[in-house]
């Protein structure tokens, strides 16, 4: 490739190279003329003008991909921006002549391609050097949009944004027509299309002024209409263009002469919130309110990202500013009874809701201004509260009323719960200030009449324990104190002990925990609850549900705790089932329908606290105990047989009772030994497989499990990489057949004090969450009993299939699947065979039918759980036929789903076979799959192919050396020639090259032909994957360099890496920055020192009017910042990994860069976000001065700047408490050297060496100083650093004469 490396095209070599390698040489060459015009001066470049633009604008006619029309583009601009422009025109005719051109055949279209694409660029980068030509060829490209396919529309309206973008204001005289073309296919069926035009439309904002003037509400709807139906990458481009047009259009309010209607930022907001509240699709905003449409889910996520963009570009200045206005408006739509038509409408929404407050607060704003947030929300809920009180005042509290406060009150208290614990014991301050005091606000909604918001106080009280956890033993003793008062009130009831619940719940994340004593008193209290409920029919059944849940909340407490207890509670819990089946039988005669809803509550209860007991007091399961706990669960499971008699004996909301006691028993045996309870496994699993074929449930309920089921890296088929956003919390309600994103605390209470995360509470609904307990309990059994059972089982599976129909028969597999597939696991990690023959086979027909389904996930699981059959079955015969099969599948079939499936079934069976096992069929599904890989017509079959022949070369090790080479080959034409549109067959390209790079290994530092061209050929495609506008190849692209660059440093330039690292990591996508940061941890290990120098280099680059990524405190100053932004903890763990590795590497010769870096974060004693930082962004400035002096409510509307740089928020508690940690790692990487100890010693050494070495002892003061500020500091972590101890301990010892402050 060497030939390649010149200034001109060398044509000869290129006609005698094979086809496969034409494209290969020609775009090397381009890259090499791309970096190499801009280095040469005007006069070469003119002297080689007229060759290189013929051999340029003849490639165009040379059916180009993708990447390399995109570097002839950028040369001609180059070019003609360097030298003559005279022939700048006609390469623009030549560009028109193109695509004027009728020929409709495919092989056409990638010139026609590669001309729009150019115009684009020279229209872009040249402005309005082009004159007037630009008349034409818009006219021309909107002409060219009738007849065009997905492609061509998506190029032209690439090409007519770049077009306003270039031209700015010259080309307002078009304006009118690209803005009804580009509006037009903002609603394309192609989802490429929508995100370009969502662009272009974007780029005509702030050119044309008759869009804010007239077309706002157009554009709003049809904004809105375009989210429906849409992707994830959709949805994100069509709410940058909303927000920036909403944002725009409060900018009007500051021109004077303007005929444009004046928007507020109430009425901004009204416009989002129409589209939030209906997610309808009427034709305008107005109509979308006044409209009765059906709620659309994914409108409802695009809307929100829309809201969290407009926030953003508003700037932290402006939501403190505003932040009564905007708190208040977003958690008003929770009241809108159009937002919450159905429960789990409701909890979406309120996922929506929840998710704006904490990307917009948290995520923001800096520390001072979340407390003023908490304070707002305060007011909130008070005046919430106010409202039920005066409704309380009337004989009967109107439904509507309290449904909608408590879908306010939950958002407002769980937004307020995560600012808390956002705070840690900074929010101090909250709980003791009399005027602020957030706790009194919190427990008044504990006596609410909706179990959701009492729910949602106790959760907040959680939180509040956690950051604060003084308050803990007070909370606890005033909850008990409450309940004791008001025993006779059942809400108040409820609400108390959920409070005691959660804040038991809370004491495992508390150091200092609570006394012995509580814990006793506590239990003591519960029992009493349960003795007397039968005191009062009316207060029954809440006495019952605190009693027992409060019991369990005592079990988290721990064996010590309990253990003084446990006589009482194994008696509570005998007493609670009946006794003898005599004794069921006579209650089942005796009952009437409240009664049996006490009595099943309460056993519910019971089996809630056994799986407490169970799961947090090991210690104290011994034989007796199990012994005596499988009583009572003896007795439950009989009840369960009866259930069905007595629901329709009792009516249907038994139903729900019967539901929770089923969750319980079954979660209750997964947690016992198995062969405690082996003698009901008959019985058992009857029970089991009726629950997840939904025998007698007429829903089509589905289990949340079968995603993690399937195999982590088949992320890129089922699109689960979503889980790696930032806005996974709202993109999860869009995920078919997964019932994530439902999850919420009344579907159980026990989560109160059951959940280990601290972030997002909630249970999933009651019915998905039972199934999920019957598969994992049957997973668990089923490799315990005999063949006869199993194929009798996987037998009653196929039938199940057969008879059901369309969607149910979906629900149905989907079932059973993550049934099977848990189940083979289980066999798998016990080391237990699958069975004899006939079951073998049983569970081969089942799975081999699934894999010809037509869902997607259904292959995926049918494909794993085919991988996970041969872990199973030691026998290679059986996988030497599996592959087999699947080969002549391949072969004969035509149709996408069964190609898809058995490409993905061959490369779960190398996966889990492994390359040394499946040497002998290596070559056939190699060949096969590389077939498969080329069918450009069915990109859906590439996508399948390409990942199974990932999972081969990733699990064939040194047996697939062999097939790299025609491997890599594939991966590089794929990259020149696919279109960016199928990002699918990207992603899956780029797994394919990582790989790939991982099977080479080492070997790539070589020198030979072959593995010189096999490390080209990598870095080719890197370069291909880096420039593609998808964030996750992008970041592929990173993670393969990184590869690289381990096992061929000297080969990876990191004088271009590093500065695309670093601006990476203000990526909007989580992918990037996490995979940057990655690859920076990395380098930081050995190159230290070159990073930091690269990436200064881009800080010294940066104009004045661009937004530096890198500011003068260097690239640690930019890791710093993203301690305080990010929330990913895998990201925040690799980014402390990165400023430890450049502090052992480069603080020795740079202690005051390292001590500024330090002193800078410690001492940011003032929120810059507040307003009085000199690094804020300024608010938008008036055109007319005279308008300045205007009413002071012009303030509203004001945002920021969109170039300038954005506010900097102060560090929080847990970035200053790193920055003290690597204050402390200095001292230590000092302390060997007395130097850096002994000031009479650093000060000669200093005086005779001019080597500008730095002492540690020569910057005492400094030490001195940040160890004050974190002593004094109002985060009890910070202060528990005993910083200034520690550096008395290092001192006391040496010589300090004649040192001064």
Same mark, same amino acid.
């Given at each position: ?1062 601006? #990476?990591?203000?990526? *909007?996508?989580?992918?990037? %920055?996490?995979?940057? =940061?990655? +690859?920076?941890?990395? /380098?930081? $290990? ?120 954005? #506010?900097?928020?102060? *560090?929080?508690?847990?970035? %200053?408490?790193?920055? =003290?940690? +690597?204050?402390?790692? /200095?001292? $230590? ?73």
């Amino acid at each position: 490739m060497e030939l390649a490396h010149n200034l001109t095209l060398n044509e000869e070599v290129v006609k005698g190279l094979p086809d496969h390698k034409k494209d290969i040489f020609i775009f090397e060459w381009l890259q090499f003329l791309e970096k190499v015009l801009t280095a040469l001066n005007r006069a070469d470049v003119k002297e080689r003008q007229k060759t290189l633009t013929n051999q340029l604008t003849a490639l165009l006619t040379k059916s180009p991909g993708p990447p390399t029309r995109c570097l002839i583009a950028e040369c001609l601009a180059t070019l003609f921006s360097i030298g003559d422009t005279s022939p700048l025109f006609s390469t623009i005719d030549i560009c028109n002549d193109i695509i004027k051109n009728r020929d409709d055949s495919p092989s056409y279209l990638p010139n026609r391609l590669a001309a729009i694409t150019t115009i684009g660029v020279l229209y872009e980068k040249l402005g309005r050097m082009v004159g007037r030509s630009y008349e034409e060829t818009v006219s021309l490209l909107i002409r060219s949009l009738k007849n065009a396919e997905s492609q061509g529309r998506y190029e032209v309206m690439k090409t007519l944004q770049r077009i306003v973008t270039g031209l700015g204001s010259a080309g307002k005289n078009v304006h009118k027509e690209i803005y009804k073309s580009a509006l037009k296919h903002l609603v394309d069926s192609n989802m490429s299309v929508r995100s370009s035009a969502s662009k272009c439309v974007k780029a005509l904002i702030p050119e044309s002024q008759a869009i804010l003037h007239t077309d706002v509400e157009t554009i709003v709807s049809t904004c809105i209409r375009a989210f429906d139906s849409s992707n994830y990458d959709v949805r994100c481009h069509v709410a940058q263009l909303l927000a920036y047009l909403l944002a725009e259009c409060l900018k009007v309010k500051s021109r004077t002469g303007s005929k444009a209607k004046i928007y507020d930022v109430k009425e901004v907001l009204g416009l989002l919130a129409s589209g939030f509240v209906k997610a309808g699709k009427g034709s305008s905003a107005v109509e979308m309110v006044r409209g009765a449409s059906a709620i659309n889910r994914e409108i409802r996520v695009g809307v929100t990202h829309a809201y969290n963009e407009f926030i953003k570009l508003m700037g932290a200045q402006w939501l403190e500013r505003n932040m009564t206005l905007v708190l208040e408006h977003i958690v008003t739509l929770a009241a809108n009874p159009r937002t919450t038509q159905t429960h789990i409408d409701a909890v979406y929404a309120r996922k929506c809701i929840i998710f704006i407050m904490a990307t917009s607060v948290q995520g923001m704003l800096g520390e001072k201004a979340q407390v003023n947030a908490a304070k707002e929300l305060s007011k909130v809920i008070g005046k919430q509260m106010g409202v039920m009180s005066a409704e309380s005042h009337t004989d009967s509290p109107q439904q509507s009323v309290i449904t909608a406060t408590q879908h306010v009150l939950v958002c407002s208290l769980q937004e307020l719960g995560g600012i808390v614990q956002s705070l840690g014991t900074t929010a101090t301050q909250l709980t003791t200030e009399s005027n602020s005091d957030i706790v009194k606000p919190v427990m008044s909604v504990l006596t609410h009449p909706s179990s959701a918001a009492r729910l949602a106080a106790a959760w907040c009280l959680r939180s509040i324990a956690i950051a604060v956890p003084a308050l803990l033993t007070p909370l606890l003793e005033r909850n008990m104190e409450q309940l004791d008062k008001m025993k006779s009130n059942g809400d108040a009831l409820s609400g108390f002990s959920f409070a005691i619940s959660a804040l038991l719940g809370a004491v495992s994340k508390c150091p200092l925990g609570i006394p012995y004593s509580i814990g006793k008193k506590v239990f003591n209290q519960a029992e009493e609850l349960l003795r007397s409920a039968s005191q009062s029919s009316r207060l029954s059944l809440p006495r019952i549900q605190s009693g027992w849940l409060i019991i369990g909340a005592v079990m988290t407490l721990g064996p010590s705790v309990v253990k003084p207890c446990l006589p009482t509670l194994l008696q509570l819990w005998k007493n609670t089932f009946p006794r003898t089946v005599k004794e069921l039988e006579a209650e089942n005669s005796k009952g009437d329908a409240f009664t049996w809803q006490v009595a099943l509550d309460g056993r519910a209860g019971a089996l809630g606290s056994i799986h407490s007991f169970v799961t947090r007091c090991g210690d104290l399961l011994n034989a007796e105990t199990t012994k005596r706990i499988l009583v009572p669960l003896e007795y439950a499971f009989i009840l369960l047989q009866k259930m069905p008699l007595i629901v329709k004996e009792h009516g249907a909301h038994l139903k729900a009772c019967a539901a929770m006691l089923r969750l319980r028993l079954y979660d209750i045996l997964c947690g016992l030994p198995p062969h405690s309870y082996e003698g009901a496994y008959k019985h058992l699993f009857r029970e089991l497989v009726a629950e997840f074929t939904l025998t007698e449930n007429p829903a089509n309920t589905t289990t949340s499990l079968l995603r993690d089921m399937c195999h982590i890296d088949d992320s890129v088929i089922l699109g689960a990489w979503l889980q790696e956003t930032d806005h996974k919390d709202i993109e999860d309600q869009l995920q078919p057949n997964s019932a994530s994103g439902s999850g919420a605390l009344e579907h159980d209470p026990t989560y109160l004090y059951s959940v280990s995360n601290n972030i997002d509470p909630g249970a999933l609904p009651l019915g998905v969450s039972v199934i999920d307990s019957s598969v994992r309990l049957y997973g668990k059994l089923f490799p315990r009993v005999s063949d006869k059972h199993k194929q009798q089982m996987l037998q009653h599976f196929k039938d199940c299939i057969k008879q059901a129909k369309a969607a149910r028969q979906q629900a149905i597999q989907i079932n059973i699947f993550t049934a099977v597939l848990c189940a083979l696991k289980y066999c798998a990690e016990e080391k237990r065979q699958l069975g004899s023959a006939v079951v073998r086979n049983a569970a081969l027909t089942l799975i081999m039918d699934m894999l010809a389904s037509s869902s997607p996930l259904l292959r995926c699981a049918a494909g794993e759980a085919l991988g996970r059959m041969t872990q199973c079955c030691e026998d290679n015969k059986f996988v030497a036929d599996m592959v087999q099969k699947s080969f002549e599948k391949l072969q004969s079939a035509r149709d996408v789903v069964s190609r898809t499936g058995h490409s993905l079934a061959l490369g779960c069976l190398h996966r889990y076979v492994g390359g040394m096992s499946s040497g002998q069929h290596l070559s056939s599904s190699v060949s096969i799959l590389l077939a498969l890989s080329k069918d450009h017509a069915a990109p859906v079959v590439q996508v399948w192919a390409l990942h199974a022949l990932g999972l081969i070369a990733d699990s064939g090790g040194p047996m697939f050396r062999t097939y790299v080479d025609a491997t890599l080959t594939l991966v590089l034409n794929s990259l020149l020639t696919v279109p960016p549109s199928n990002t699918d067959v990207h992603q899956c390209l780029g797994k394919c090259l990582a790989a790939l790079i991982t099977n080479l290994g080492p070997e790539l530092q070589g020198t030979s032909s072959v593995i010189s061209d096999a490390r080209l050929s990598c870095l080719i495609s890197c370069a291909i994957m880096t420039d593609h506008p998808d964030s996750l190849v992008q970041a592929q692209a990173i993670s393969c360099l990184q590869q690289l660059h381990l096992f061929a440093p000297r080969h990876v330039n990191l004088s271009s890496l590093v500065p695309r690292l670093c601006t #990476s990591l203000t990526s *909007p996508h989580l992918l990037l %920055r996490r995979s940057s =940061v990655a +690859c920076l941890r990395q /380098l930081a $290990q050995k190159e230290a020192n070159e990073i930091s120098d690269y990436a200064r280099t881009l800080y010294k680059a940066a104009n004045e009017d661009e937004q530096q990524v890198i500011s003068e405190s260097g690239l640690e100053g930019a890791l710093f910042g993203l301690l305080d932004r990010e929330s990913d903890s895998q990201l925040k763990k690799d980014v402390k990994d990165t400023l430890m590795s450049m502090l052992q590497s480069l603080a020795g010769a740079n202690l005051s860069h390292w001590f500024q870096l330090v002193r800078n974060v410690l001492s940011a004693a003032t929120d810059l976000a507040s307003g009085d930082g000199k690094d804020l962004s300024t608010t938008i400035e008036d055109e007319d001065e005279d308008e300045e002096n205007e009413e002071d409510d012009d303030e509203q509307f004001k945002g920021v700047k969109e170039k300038e740089v954005k #506010s900097h928020l102060a *560090p929080k508690w847990p970035t %200053r408490v790193f920055a =003290v940690t +690597c204050m402390m790692k /200095l001292m $230590q990487e000092c302390k060997d050297n007395r130097a850096h100890l002994d000031l009479a010693l650093a000060r000669e050494l200093k005086a005779k060496k001019d080597n500008g070495q730095d002492y540690l002892v020569l910057h005492l003061s400094e030490l001195v100083r940040v160890a004050f500020i974190a002593a004094t500091s109002d985060s009890d972590k910070l202060r528990l650093r005993r910083t200034m101890v520690k550096i008395t301990w290092c001192y006391t010892s040496v010589n300090l004469c004649g040192w001064r402050s």
